[in-house]
């Protein structure tokens, strides 16, 4: 082919332009993708900051020492490990649970993009902390430990958990003293466990839906919710009704083992929860109603009747999230999604995930959402939805600020954390006592000295106002309820 000189260079530098735009994209994505990446990472390391117990040889994040080595001896029983609920020092079983679901799903729905980025493996280690307490918590088909410590009397005190002397009470839910939204819970944990675990482990999975079905069988057989049996932590987790982790349960249940005993549970369900406004640590409606949608995109249940419910009460959710419903989620002027003025970010975190989560069932069925004022949404909308959410966690906001604590440079410096406000232990072994530790950490202005890695915090207000107190536990507490399905979303975008 000939071509007139200045015409071969107009069209070789239109080329290259062309070249050097995709390469700029390219790059962006990169490096885009590498910060989500280091997000995943260090999401994970804030669970190892949490571990309560003997901690182990490979333990990375080193500033924490063992803690809690007598937990359940009131009661006869190891109760050690497991989870720091939150920037306290208690255990508490409804929401560790939830956690754990959470960390399960996260890893049985996501586990190609987790083993891409070499976190999986950590990732299964965070779980199994879990699920090893859970276990121990579990001794008889009929009991199960939900708390320990008690919660008026550690939030009195300002402690490092390695060398707290409040006490520490087991409470357990059983036959004369139920829970059945705490057994449900447990249960749903266990057997979306098993599956996270069945290819690497098919022992530990046999065990956990052992756990998982005795749980369900336990919650089903005696209703109530939980708080009633163990009052303490009705100033801190109290429970709304137990409708929906049996159905959560039912849900992981019948996804973990085929059986249809727990599908037609979820069939004969008379309240199916309804088109919700969050899903948390108690509320776990929609949930269930985006595991059975996954059902029906798949053609295991038809696509009709009470099984076409639940899938129609996910997509309102998710049409409320992507401000095309009729009850659409408020959003702060910076873009956030705003649900409730307490910990805010724990919500936007479940609803990232489950729009992750969907975003993933639309594609693979090769289908879209008709929302009520007829927009229709495709998984690619989904997913541009959850990113925006965690671009602005991570930075994307009007104060420049990630809301993930070590991510960046500009980040919450003074969490509402006893671990993180103290010295280690390490390197000052001296004893803090209960109001010591108030007067030498807590009123301390500075830093944190140590970096709760991972860590997000409640977040911004409405209006995308936030102070950095560690007093305001309202907006500056972590916990791992938030953290857990951002391990999903980080996964699904990264």
């Known amino acids: 082919m000939s071509c007139v000189s200045s015409q071969c260079l107009i069209t070789i530098k239109s080329i290259c332009i062309v070249l050097l735009l995709l390469l700029s994209i390219t790059r962006g994505a990169i490096s885009a993708n590498s910060n989500y990446g280091e997000a995943l990472t260090k999401s994970l390391l804030y669970f190892e900051a949490q571990r309560s117990g003997k901690l ?4 990375r994040v080193t500033w924490r020492g063992d803690s809690a080595l007598r937990d359940g001896s009131d009661a ?12 306290d020092n208690m255990k508490f079983g409804f929401p560790l649970a939830f956690t754990t679901t959470m960390l399960a799903w996260s890893s049985v729905e996501m586990e190609s993009q987790l083993k891409a ?43 490092r958990p390695e060398d707290m002397t409040t006490p520490r009470p087991s409470y357990r839910i059983d036959a004369q003293h139920p829970g059945a939204d705490l057994a449900g819970e447990t249960a749903a944990a266990m057997a979306a466990a098993s599956l996270a675990f069945a290819p690497s482990d098919a022992a530990y999975a046999k065990t956990l839906i052992g756990h998982a079905k005795d749980l369900f069988e336990f ?31 039912a849900a992981w249940l019948h996804r973990a083992t085929g059986d249809q005993t727990y ?33 029906v995109f798949e053609g295991k249940v038809k696509n009709e009747g009470k099984m076409i419910e639940y899938k129609s009460m996910a997509e309102q959710f998710i049409c409320n999230c992507a401000q095309k419903g009729f009850n659409n989620v408020k959003k702060t002027p910076g873009g956030l999604l705003w649900f409730l003025s307490w910990d805010n970010l724990q919500y936007t975190a ?23 004022n007829g927009g229709v949404l495709q998984a690619y909308d989904l997913l ?50 209960c109001n010591g530790g108030f007067e030498a950490w807590y009123n301390n202005p500075k830093p944190n000295p140590n970096v709760l890695v991972g860590a997000i915090v409640g977040g911004p207000d409405e209006y995308d106002a936030y102070g950095d107190e560690r007093s305001d536990f309202q907006h500056d507490e972590p916990d791992t309820v938030t953290v857990a399905p951002l391990v999903g979303v980080l996964a699904a975008i990264a």
């Open 350 to 372: 479940t609803a990232s995930f489950a729009l992750a989560t969907y975003a993933k069932y639309l594609e693979a069925a090769q289908t879209s959402i008709q929302c009520p």
């Open 263 to 295: 599908l037609d549970y979820l069939t004969e369900a008379s309240n199916k929860g309804g088109a919700r406004f969050v899903f948390a640590w108690d509320d776990k409606f929609l949930g269930a109603q985006v595991l059975v949608a996954k059902l």
């Open 117 to 159: 980025h070499h976190e999986h493996e950590n990732t299964l280690a965070a779980l199994r902390w879990a699920t090893d307490y859970l276990i121990k918590a579990h001794p008889e088909p009929n009991v199960l430990y939900g708390q320990v410590g008690d919660g008026n009397l550690d939030h009195a005190c300002w402690m």
């Open 219 to 249: 919650a089903k057989e005696y209703p109530g919710v939980y708080h009633y049996s163990i009052p303490n932590a009705g100033g801190f987790y109290p429970s709304s009704g137990y409708e929906d982790e049996l159905l959560w349960a």
């Open 384 to 433: 541009k939805l959850a990113r925006a959410q965690v671009d602005y966690i991570l930075g994307s906001n009007p104060k420049n600020m990630s809301y993930m604590v070590g991510y960046g440079t500009n980040y919450p410096k003074r969490p509402h954390h006893r671990g993180a406000s103290i010295v280690s232990i390490k390197n000052d072994p001296k004893p803090v006592t």
């Open 56 to 59: 182990p040889s490979n333990q």
């Open 76 to 87: 006869h029983i190891d109760l050690t490990g497991g989870y720091y609920d939150a920037g």
